[in-house]
């Protein structure tokens, strides 16, 4: 079956830095999304990655390893509105999107 | 402002009624989608269309329909609900069917079916 796995939650300090993992199988592979979700709110997209390798945006990257089936978020600088869950998704061969149940990340002082 | 439209935000339905979720979108976008969305899972699929007057089924459809009169709206209907369709509802666009552009989400229906 298809699978995606992310870390249920994750506390991080205001200021600092944290890396959300998502790992994958599925029956291909054409693309990985990283959306953000704050609680109550409609998700967002923030990145794509179909290549290897690290793509930035500003104080969020995105890091993809297709031969590991891993890609990871990474958001620098945190700050209290980072707040929010973080929904990993993968587009597999027939192009549908499988979506892992993803991450609450919770901000501290 | 450019986005998409649901409607109700918020529903409480008795079970074995009617119910149609409304969702219109301004962006002429191609493709349009219905997600529901439980604690705990990740976004399910339910209906999808790519254009205009085709649909197609999702990952979860039963217990569901959809139409695609025209670019702009699409709408979900519950024919007879019952409390397993207790959700939170999302509707979503795309400028492509089948391809690798980003969704962009309505704001959601809470619907408590009981």
């Known amino acids: 079956g298809q699978n995606i796995d992310q870390p249920t939650e994750m506390t991080a300090t205001e200021g600092a830095i944290v890396q959300i993992n998502c790992t994958y199988q599925?029956?291909?592979?054409?693309?990985l999304f990283w959306y953000q979700q704050h609680a109550g709110e409609a998700p967002t997209f923030l990145s794509y990655n179909v290549l290897d390798g690290l793509e930035e945006k500003g104080r969020f990257s995105s890091f993809l390893s297709r031969s590991k089936g891993y890609s990871y978020l990474l958001l620098k600088e945190l700050q209290m509105k980072d707040s929010a869950s973080y929904l990993c998704a993968v587009l597999d061969s027939n192009y549908q999107l499988i979506w892992g149940a993803g991450t609450k990340l919770i901000i501290k002082p | 402002i450019a986005g998409i439209t649901q409607a109700p935000t918020s529903q409480i339905l008795a079970a074995g009624r009617r119910m149609t979720l409304r969702c219109t979108q301004d962006?002429?976008?191609?493709?349009m989608y219905w997600y529901r969305q439980d604690l705990g899972l990740g976004l399910r699929l339910i209906h999808y269309?790519?254009?205009?007057?085709?649909?197609g089924k999702g990952e979860v459809p039963d217990g569901y329909s959809v139409s695609r009169a025209n670019t702009d709206d699409f709408p979900l209907t519950l024919a007879s609900a019952v409390p397993s369709q207790t959700s939170v509802y999302f509707c979503a666009s795309s400028e492509r069917g089948q391809g690798n552009s980003p969704l962009h989400f309505g704001n959601g229906t809470r619907l408590t079916v009981t």
């Open positions: 269309s790519n254009t205009a007057g085709t649909t």
């Open positions: 962006m002429r976008h191609n493709a």
């Open positions: 599925t029956s291909g592979f054409n693309g």
